[in-house]
Protein backbone atom coordinates (compact mmCIF):
# COMPACT_ATOMS: atom_id res chain seq x y z
CA UNK A 1 0.00 0.00 0.00
CA UNK A 2 1.03 4.08 -0.54
CA UNK A 3 3.55 5.74 2.41
CA UNK A 4 1.84 8.46 4.29
CA UNK A 5 4.47 10.02 6.94
CA UNK A 6 4.51 12.76 9.63
CA UNK A 7 6.99 14.72 11.26
CA UNK A 8 7.07 14.77 14.21
CA UNK A 9 6.05 12.15 15.75
CA UNK A 10 5.25 13.71 19.09
CA UNK A 11 5.70 16.94 20.26
CA UNK A 12 5.74 19.01 23.55
CA UNK A 13 4.85 22.84 23.83
CA UNK A 14 4.11 25.71 25.91
CA UNK A 15 1.11 27.13 25.94
CA UNK A 16 1.05 30.41 23.24
CA UNK A 17 3.68 28.50 20.94
CA UNK A 18 3.00 27.80 17.41
CA UNK A 19 3.68 23.79 16.14
CA UNK A 20 3.87 22.77 12.41
CA UNK A 21 3.40 19.40 11.58
CA UNK A 22 4.21 17.74 9.03
CA UNK A 23 2.46 15.24 6.03
CA UNK A 24 4.04 13.49 2.83
CA UNK A 25 3.04 11.32 0.72
CA UNK A 26 6.27 9.05 -0.40
CA UNK A 27 5.52 6.97 -2.93
CA UNK A 28 2.86 8.73 -4.98
CA UNK A 29 1.56 12.38 -5.52
CA UNK A 30 -1.70 13.14 -3.32
CA UNK A 31 -3.86 15.39 -4.85
CA UNK A 32 -6.11 15.40 -1.75
CA UNK A 33 -5.27 15.14 2.01
CA UNK A 34 -7.12 15.01 5.17
CA UNK A 35 -6.19 15.80 8.95
CA UNK A 36 -8.11 14.45 11.61
CA UNK A 37 -8.14 14.67 15.32
CA UNK A 38 -8.50 11.92 17.93
CA UNK A 39 -8.64 12.07 21.45
CA UNK A 40 -8.32 9.20 23.84
CA UNK A 41 -10.63 6.37 23.53
CA UNK A 42 -12.80 8.09 20.72
CA UNK A 43 -13.05 8.16 16.76
CA UNK A 44 -11.35 9.99 14.48
CA UNK A 45 -12.53 13.14 13.97
CA UNK A 46 -12.25 15.29 10.31
CA UNK A 47 -10.73 18.52 10.41
CA UNK A 48 -10.52 19.98 6.74
CA UNK A 49 -9.78 18.53 3.88
CA UNK A 50 -6.69 20.17 1.69
CA UNK A 51 -6.19 20.11 -2.17
CA UNK A 52 -3.29 20.20 -3.74
CA UNK A 53 -2.86 24.50 -4.52
CA UNK A 54 -6.08 25.52 -3.33
CA UNK A 55 -7.46 26.36 0.05
CA UNK A 56 -8.63 24.06 2.71
CA UNK A 57 -12.27 23.42 3.46
CA UNK A 58 -12.59 22.97 7.53
CA UNK A 59 -15.52 20.79 9.37
CA UNK A 60 -17.72 22.75 10.79
CA UNK A 61 -16.74 23.55 14.82
CA UNK A 62 -12.59 23.79 13.16
CA UNK A 63 -11.20 27.03 13.80
CA UNK A 64 -9.37 28.27 10.48
CA UNK A 65 -7.43 30.58 11.68
CA UNK A 66 -5.91 28.43 14.69
CA UNK A 67 -5.75 25.20 12.24
CA UNK A 68 -3.79 26.78 9.08
CA UNK A 69 -3.52 24.41 6.55
CA UNK A 70 -0.91 24.60 3.71
CA UNK A 71 -1.37 22.03 0.41
CA UNK A 72 1.87 23.62 -1.50
CA UNK A 73 2.37 20.20 -3.34
CA UNK A 74 1.37 17.12 -4.37
CA UNK A 75 3.54 15.67 -1.67
CA UNK A 76 3.20 17.92 1.38
CA UNK A 77 0.27 19.41 3.44
CA UNK A 78 1.78 20.74 6.30
CA UNK A 79 -1.19 22.00 9.26
CA UNK A 80 -0.15 24.45 12.07
CA UNK A 81 -1.76 25.00 15.50
CA UNK A 82 -1.21 28.55 16.12
CA UNK A 83 -1.03 30.17 19.92
CA UNK A 84 -1.67 26.38 21.01
CA UNK A 85 -3.45 25.72 24.75
CA UNK A 86 -3.87 22.60 26.74
CA UNK A 87 -7.38 21.81 25.21
CA UNK A 88 -5.82 20.93 22.00
CA UNK A 89 -3.50 18.79 23.23
CA UNK A 90 -4.33 15.66 20.63
CA UNK A 91 -3.57 13.16 18.44
CA UNK A 92 -3.15 14.76 14.96
CA UNK A 93 -3.02 12.27 12.00
CA UNK A 94 -3.23 12.87 7.88
CA UNK A 95 -4.14 10.85 5.14
CA UNK A 96 -3.81 11.20 1.57
CA UNK A 97 -5.59 9.91 -1.55
CA UNK A 98 -4.41 10.46 -5.35
CA UNK A 99 -7.44 11.44 -6.54
CA UNK A 100 -10.10 13.85 -5.44
CA UNK A 101 -13.29 11.05 -5.44
CA UNK A 102 -13.16 10.46 -1.81
CA UNK A 103 -13.90 7.02 -0.61
CA UNK A 104 -15.16 6.27 -4.08
CA UNK A 105 -12.29 4.10 -4.89
CA UNK A 106 -9.79 6.24 -3.77
CA UNK A 107 -8.22 4.68 -0.30
CA UNK A 108 -7.31 7.20 2.26
CA UNK A 109 -3.33 5.97 3.23
CA UNK A 110 -3.11 7.12 6.98
CA UNK A 111 0.26 8.92 8.52
CA UNK A 112 0.96 7.33 12.01
CA UNK A 113 -0.24 10.56 13.81
CA UNK A 114 1.80 12.79 15.72
CA UNK A 115 0.80 13.45 19.34
CA UNK A 116 0.51 17.13 20.64
CA UNK A 117 0.73 17.90 24.41
CA UNK A 118 0.53 21.93 24.71
CA UNK A 119 1.60 22.26 28.78
CA UNK B 1 -25.62 13.81 10.99
CA UNK B 2 -26.14 9.92 10.84
CA UNK B 3 -24.13 8.21 12.95
CA UNK B 4 -21.96 4.92 11.74
CA UNK B 5 -21.99 2.79 14.87
CA UNK B 6 -20.23 -0.24 15.66
CA UNK B 7 -20.20 -2.48 18.79
CA UNK B 8 -17.92 -1.16 21.57
CA UNK B 9 -15.67 -3.91 22.09
CA UNK B 10 -15.46 -7.40 21.26
CA UNK B 11 -13.31 -10.59 22.78
CA UNK B 12 -12.03 -13.37 21.13
CA UNK B 13 -9.34 -16.27 21.28
CA UNK B 14 -6.96 -17.07 19.30
CA UNK B 15 -8.00 -18.90 15.95
CA UNK B 16 -11.54 -18.21 16.00
CA UNK B 17 -13.23 -16.40 13.19
CA UNK B 18 -14.86 -12.51 14.53
CA UNK B 19 -16.97 -10.86 12.63
CA UNK B 20 -17.86 -6.55 13.86
CA UNK B 21 -20.57 -5.14 11.81
CA UNK B 22 -20.89 -1.19 10.87
CA UNK B 23 -24.52 0.01 10.86
CA UNK B 24 -24.85 2.87 8.38
CA UNK B 25 -28.23 3.80 7.60
CA UNK B 26 -27.59 6.72 5.74
CA UNK B 27 -24.78 5.98 3.77
CA UNK B 28 -23.93 8.03 0.53
CA UNK B 29 -25.07 6.07 -2.80
CA UNK B 30 -21.82 5.88 -4.59
CA UNK B 31 -19.35 5.49 -1.57
CA UNK B 32 -17.11 2.65 -0.62
CA UNK B 33 -17.24 1.58 2.84
CA UNK B 34 -13.94 1.07 3.83
CA UNK B 35 -12.40 -0.94 7.19
CA UNK B 36 -9.53 0.07 9.13
CA UNK B 37 -7.25 -1.41 12.07
CA UNK B 38 -5.32 0.95 14.74
CA UNK B 39 -2.84 0.19 17.51
CA UNK B 40 -2.27 2.53 20.30
CA UNK B 41 -0.81 5.84 19.34
CA UNK B 42 -0.23 4.60 15.51
CA UNK B 43 -2.35 5.39 12.33
CA UNK B 44 -5.27 3.36 11.09
CA UNK B 45 -3.93 1.05 8.44
CA UNK B 46 -5.87 0.00 5.79
CA UNK B 47 -7.37 -3.49 6.03
CA UNK B 48 -10.35 -3.95 3.30
CA UNK B 49 -13.10 -2.10 1.00
CA UNK B 50 -15.64 -2.85 -0.84
CA UNK B 51 -19.19 -1.47 -2.73
CA UNK B 52 -21.68 -4.25 -2.42
CA UNK B 53 -22.12 -7.90 -1.90
CA UNK B 54 -18.53 -9.74 -0.42
CA UNK B 55 -14.73 -8.64 -0.75
CA UNK B 56 -11.94 -11.00 0.28
CA UNK B 57 -8.55 -10.39 0.05
CA UNK B 58 -5.94 -12.09 2.39
CA UNK B 59 -6.37 -10.37 5.86
CA UNK B 60 -10.04 -9.80 5.84
CA UNK B 61 -13.64 -10.78 4.48
CA UNK B 62 -15.91 -7.83 4.13
CA UNK B 63 -20.18 -8.70 4.10
CA UNK B 64 -22.64 -5.61 2.61
CA UNK B 65 -25.88 -6.52 2.18
CA UNK B 66 -28.18 -5.46 -0.71
CA UNK B 67 -29.64 -2.37 1.02
CA UNK B 68 -25.70 -1.24 2.14
CA UNK B 69 -27.09 0.20 5.42
CA UNK B 70 -24.52 -2.32 7.10
CA UNK B 71 -21.34 -3.63 6.43
CA UNK B 72 -19.57 -6.82 8.03
CA UNK B 73 -15.49 -7.74 8.58
CA UNK B 74 -14.66 -10.74 9.30
CA UNK B 75 -11.23 -12.07 10.55
CA UNK B 76 -10.54 -15.49 9.77
CA UNK B 77 -8.48 -17.18 12.61
CA UNK B 78 -7.37 -14.16 14.45
CA UNK B 79 -4.44 -14.27 16.17
CA UNK B 80 -2.65 -11.85 19.50
CA UNK B 81 -1.96 -9.65 17.60
CA UNK B 82 -5.21 -8.74 16.05
CA UNK B 83 -6.03 -6.91 19.14
CA UNK B 84 -6.73 -3.70 17.85
CA UNK B 85 -9.37 -0.84 17.54
CA UNK B 86 -11.33 -1.42 14.08
CA UNK B 87 -13.26 1.24 12.19
CA UNK B 88 -14.93 1.72 9.40
CA UNK B 89 -15.55 4.55 7.39
CA UNK B 90 -18.15 5.39 5.26
CA UNK B 91 -19.88 8.84 4.18
CA UNK B 92 -22.72 9.97 4.86
CA UNK B 93 -26.01 10.82 2.52
CA UNK B 94 -27.36 13.76 3.46
CA UNK B 95 -24.16 15.76 4.05
CA UNK B 96 -21.76 14.25 1.70
CA UNK B 97 -19.24 13.91 4.77
CA UNK B 98 -17.05 10.94 5.77
CA UNK B 99 -17.37 9.35 9.22
CA UNK B 100 -15.87 7.01 10.82
CA UNK B 101 -17.37 4.64 13.14
CA UNK B 102 -17.92 4.74 16.64
CA UNK B 103 -15.03 1.81 16.93
CA UNK B 104 -14.65 -1.93 17.84
CA UNK B 105 -12.07 -2.92 20.69
CA UNK B 106 -11.23 -6.46 19.76
CA UNK B 107 -9.40 -8.68 22.31
CA UNK B 108 -8.01 -11.65 21.53
CA UNK B 109 -7.35 -13.40 24.19
CA UNK B 110 -4.42 -17.24 24.35
Known amino acids: GAVVSQHPSWVICKSGTSVKIECRSL??????MFWYRQFPKQSLMLMAT?????????EQGVEKDKFLINHASLTLSTLTVTSAHPEDSSFYIC???????????????FGPGTRLTVL | LAKTTQPISMDSYEGQEVNITCSHN???????ITWYQQFPSQGPRFIIQ???TKVTNEVASLFIPADRKSSTLSLPRVSLSDTAVYYC???????????FGTGTRLQVFP
Open chain 2, 26 to 32: NIATNDY
Open chain 1, 50 to 58: SNEGSKATY
Open chain 2, 50 to 52: GYK
Open chain 1, 95 to 109: SAISGVRRNQGDTQY
Open chain 2, 89 to 99: LVGDFNTDKLI
Open chain 1, 27 to 32: DFQATT
